[in-house]
């Protein structure tokens, strides 16, 4: 059951990573942002491979096209998802965003059958819908959506969809190669991804935005917070995907929604509706379900 708390360690990183992110936006633009989970977020995961070569005794996999191919649609759809969803912040509240982005459980399930040929039943199905529609009752208000058209809609849901493609990649680049333990095969796979993405969005930014990475490079110290912040939520990501199917980990990850309402209500001393109290219940029953489901 290890996954589960690094899937609880996961979402609570990037809770905090998609709020720094946020701050950076107006900034440094969507790219910008989008550029300092992967640049700065770099570093740390060949840290955390360096850490774990050195003192854990371990020697480094043996790659595979296979392994190539799942980290290259990985790395390449985090990008987009990334983008899309900072591009949806600025259009619509941090609320409303989250709201779009969890219907990519659904998503993750259908690519993850589809693709990795990954076990899900008819019960598992029910509590990943169960948790999703508690969702939407925590997040979605009356008139909570109306407004601002249907652009960022489509930016949302096109993030989420993007986000569940990369959550197949990166599980399917993990099991392409073939390691029996956990920690390795995941902190490799984090740290090619990550490696794969900065270099491709320095080149970018070299190439047509040198503005954006001087004012990148200016704001360094809040960068670095944010990347720290995404290579630590990634690495509890990876590790839980190593040990159960993507679906189960992002249906479960859907408790940072909670997260927030419980901030919400003691840090800010906000009242929660009966729409809230049982969007929550719902979801609370979807995670536990999905967690009492999965081998």
Known sequence: MLWVVFT???????????????ELTPRLGALGATLVRFLFGAPFALAFLGALLLWGHATLPQTSWA??????????TQIAATALMLLTMERRSFVVTVAYLKTEPILVALLGVTLLGDHLTPAMAAAILIAVAGVALISVK????????????LLGLSAAALFAASAIGYRGAILALHRADTLLPATFSLAAGLGLQTVLLLFWLLAFQRRTLSALVRLWRPSLLAGFAGAAASEFWFLAFALATAASVRTLALVEVVFAQAVSKFVFKQKTTMAEA??????????????????
């Open 142 to 153: 009356p008139g909570t959506l109306q407004g601002g058209g249907t652009v960022p809609v």
């Open 67 to 76: 392994f190539a191919g799942w980290t290259l649609l990985g790395a390449l």
């Open 8 to 22: 609880l360690l996961g979402a609570a990183g990037q809770t905090a990573r998609n709020s720094l992110q946020r």
């Open 278 to 295: 049982f969007g929550i219940a719902l979801l609370l029953a979807g995670a536990v379900l999905i967690v009492r489901l999965t081998p």
